[in-house]
């Protein structure tokens, strides 16, 4: 099983940035695949980031490629969300997830999530 704590959202003026952070519990963190998804109030959660357990490939929505850089490192158990160039419609609770299967990478079918971590841009 694993736990996942978000931290570093905010409230930031449209063109800056944030980096989110996402710490899981356990030792087997590095066999999880993880990703990042969003939810605007009134709207569904989407998809915005994943990564796989080795780090070697990554995914992007189209509204955020170019300006999101999702990483991960192993040793200290956590995966962040580098956010540049933001905009108001990237405001949204922004929540991590892990699963072990490569098959859930862009969808919401994740086994464990965390609690969410609120992010506002202001125009």
């Known amino acids: 099983q694993v736990q996942l704590v978000e931290s570093g959202g905010g409230l930031v003026q449209a063109g800056g940035s944030l980096r989110l952070s996402c710490a899981a519990s356990?030792?087997?963190?590095?066999?999880?695949?993880m990703g990042w998804f969003r939810q605007a109030p009134g709207k569904e959660r989407e998809f915005v980031a994943a990564?796989?357990?080795?780090?070697?490939?990554?995914y992007y929505a189209d509204s955020v490629k170019g300006r999101f850089t999702i990483s991960r490192d192993n040793a200290k158990n956590t995966v962040y969300l580098q956010m540049n160039s933001l905009k108001p419609e990237d405001t949204a609770v922004y929540y991590c997830?892990?699963?072990?299967?490569?098959?859930?990478?862009?969808?919401?079918?994740?086994?464990?999530w965390g609690q969410g971590t609120q992010v506002t841009v202001s125009s």
């Open positions: 990564i796989i357990w080795s780090g070697g490939s990554t």
């Open positions: 997830a892990a699963d072990r299967h490569l098959s859930v990478l862009t969808t919401t079918k994740y086994a464990y």
């Open positions: 356990g030792r087997t963190f590095s066999s999880y695949n």
